[in-house]
């Protein structure tokens, strides 16, 4: 089944054009890798997903982009009610500087989705246990989240998105500002995290993505060139700028 | 030239910038003793009082009072104490002639009536004896007995006479000249008498005006510079609205006077001399310093914060007012304080808006009037007589003060907020 289906997407910065009719289809409880060279517009279509182009004034989004069989492009769309659905992580992990316990209570507490006190509590807990990180913090959970290291920092920001129980999580290189010991802990997380989410992940890495998804999109100069299945996109891909990139001859 | 030669340069270089760094703050530094030195070496002689002991008849006779019977306060209020001042005071010389008398009642503040009332009201049971009473020397002798007056002048130039100062001298030589705190510079409101001029009024003056100016300032400022930061589309228009936010910073304070004088006062008919009105021109004046504080600390809040509270699903409104104001709070604080400080030591638009009117009370209200800290230095700095030059410096210390106050204030509330959000 489909979770997410974009169709014709084109997107624009002011009178330049970042994607060209993007047609895509994404399997629900699947990772998805979004692979392609730095400005390929990768990141772009990640941010269609949960309306976070919004924010750049300049930033103009076509087409049809359905989450659900509902598409989330039309005016009265809900944004906020959106991005509960659809959570996001970013490229460099960005803790609010509270404390870690306001950190993952934010989003429930906007939401109103804990009752009380002890419920909050256990959103708390839950969501740092999903997100690997409730051993290393239990004991100062009342301390800046902004005193974590890089690699804790951005499971304190998975362990945020997943509190609203979001059904897909978006991660715009959510390794590239860690070392390879965070970055095996993420990769193993986003494994364990696709039996209850959709993940969409954007990564420079190719090993990554052979490592961590089922799908990949490979993107080139706003285009989306091929999709597939991870293996066949690796092993045997149709297209042969997909084959060059793969083996490291541009990008 | 080698290498060799060249990284000596280089360190001489490097040691040469660091003197005139530490030239340049030495200089700023002297200035600052200088200034201070002249101030407190001029003006700490204010906190001081020269008061004349006197033996005092409280004789029913010279009260015209019933001798035989308690006066009521009602009878001692009734009573003239400026005849029986005169008769206390020809009893330090009783050969004095006319003229002399003259100038033994201006040895003494005017208030000596009022004094010697109130000593009586004080002590009921001194009626009918001679009792010592303490009342306020006139500011020539006080200036005299400081030393900040010479008396070897000719006299005719000199404001206190050889026969006052033979008198004043006897009274010193019986140590009935006493210095004591001077605690009605603190409590009394101006007077055209050095000795009794305090600054309550001008103070309080101060202190309305600037709530009210913080009061209107602070929230209309926040208000504009968030939504202009965060909610206002980016376009010629909000450009136009920044340029000119720019320049309002940069408008003279007195053209702020004016429009005081103009549009409160001439329009709206607002009560003139008043801290209200005060306060309300100098937010003018402090709402751009406001504004352009905190719209900068708004843009150094990293946008990824904003970023990840939008993600998580916050409004605009939630995500502006749960991060990024609160992160922005300290340096707006700081920008406000130091708007308020600007605020606090402006004349010119204060005496536009008739903050500069002799005052001899002290508001209780921001409506009634007043004058200011700064305008009262003014005021006493264009005054002739000696008194007022201690007074003036005296004035400039509680004004800096203040000052200093607000600015730890600020630190205080800074260090706070800096702590709960780092």
Request: hydrophobic share 45%; charged share 20%.
């Amino acid at each position: 089944m489909n979770k997410i289906e974009a169709k014709n997407v084109d997107v624009y910065y002011g009178a330049k054009q970042a994607l060209f009719d993007i047609n895509m289809d994404i399997e629900a409880n699947k990772v998805t890798a979004l692979i392609g060279p730095s400005g390929c517009g990768k990141s772009t279509f990640l941010r269609c997903l949960n309306r976070m182009n919004d924010v750049i004034d300049i930033c103009k989004v076509s087409g049809v982009v359905k989450i659900n069989d509902y598409d989330i492009n039309q005016k009265d769309t809900d944004v906020v009610r959106l991005r509960e659905k659809v959570g996001m992580i970013f490229q460099k992990p960005n803790p609010f500087p509270k404390t870690i316990y306001e950190n993952i209570s934010y989003g429930p507490e906007i939401h109103g989705i804990a009752q009380s006190k002890s419920e909050m509590d256990n959103i708390v807990e839950e969501s740092l246990r999903k997100a690997a990180l409730w051993e290393e913090v239990k004991d100062r959970i009342h301390e800046p989240g902004t005193g974590l290291s890089g690699g804790q920092q951005q499971r304190l920001c998975i362990a945020r998105t997943i509190s609203i129980k979001p059904e897909v999580i978006l991660m715009d290189e959510p390794c590239s500002a860690l070392d390879p010991i965070a970055t095996a802990q993420i990769e193993e997380l986003i494994d364990e995290l696709r039996k209850e989410h959709t993940i969409i992940i954007v990564t420079h890495s190719m090993s990554q993505a052979a490592r961590v998804s089922q799908n990949t999109g490979f993107f080139h100069l706003g285009k989306l060139i091929e999709v597939g299945s991870t293996d066949k996109i690796f092993k045997n891909p149709a297209q042969q700028q997909t084959q060059d990139y793969i083996t490291g001859r541009f990008g | 030239m080698n290498k060799e030669e060249r990284l000596i340069k280089r360190y001489k270089a490097e040691k040469r910038f660091q003197f005139y760094g530490k030239a340049a703050i030495f200089m700023a530094l002297l200035f600052l003793v200088v200034f201070l030195t002249k101030i407190f070496s001029t003006g700490y002689t204010a906190f001081q009082k020269t008061w004349l002991v006197i033996p005092v008849n409280y004789n029913a006779d010279l009260l015209y009072l019933d001798p035989d019977k308690k006066p009521t306060t009602e009878d001692i209020n009734d009573a003239d104490f400026y005849e029986f001042g005169i008769e206390t005071f020809i009893t330090l010389d009783p050969d004095a002639s006319e003229d002399q008398i003259m100038e033994l009642k201006k040895m003494f503040a005017f208030t000596f009536e009022r004094e010697l009332k109130y000593y009586l009201l004080d002590n009921p049971d001194s009626f009918g004896k001679t009792v010592d009473v303490k009342l306020t020397a006139s500011d020539d002798l006080d200036q005299v007995f400081k030393g900040n007056y010479p008396r070897d002048i000719p006299e005719n130039r000199r404001r206190a006479s050889d026969y006052q100062l033979k008198i004043f001298d006897k009274l010193n030589e019986d140590g009935r000249v006493i210095s004591e705190f001077n605690a009605s510079f603190f409590t009394n409101a101006d007077s055209r008498e050095a000795e009794l001029a305090g600054i309550a009024s001008s103070f309080m003056g101060s202190l309305f005006s600037i709530l009210v100016c913080l009061s209107i300032a602070f929230p209309v400022a926040l208000l504009a510079a968030v939504y202009l930061e965060e909610f206002a589309p980016k376009n010629r228009f909000t450009d136009f609205i920044e340029v000119n936010i720019n320049n309002l910073a940069a408008v003279p304070s007195i053209v702020f006077g004016l429009l005081g004088l103009g549009v409160l006062l001439a329009v709206f008919g607002l009560p003139r001399s008043t801290p209200l009105v005060g306060g309300i021109t100098l937010s003018l004046m402090t709402l751009p310093t406001i504004i352009i504080a905190a719209r900068a600390s708004l843009k150094a809040v990293p946008p990824s914060i904003r970023e990840a509270a939008l993600a998580m699903g916050a409004s605009r409104m939630q995500t502006t007012m749960h991060h990024t104001v609160p992160l922005a709070l300290p340096g707006t604080l700081s920008g406000t304080i130091i708007g308020l400080a600007q605020a606090l030591g402006e004349t010119a638009p204060l005496i536009l808006i008739g903050m500069v009117a002799f005052v001899n009370t002290i508001p209780g209200t921001p409506m009634d009037p007043a004058a200011s800290l700064p305008v009262q230095i003014y005021i006493w700095a264009e005054s002739a007589e000696r008194g007022f030059v201690e007074k003036v410096s005296a004035c400039i210390m509680v004004l800096l003060f203040f000052l200093i106050f607000m600015n730890l204030g600020a630190q205080l509330i800074r260090h706070k907020f800096e702590k709960k959000w780092n």
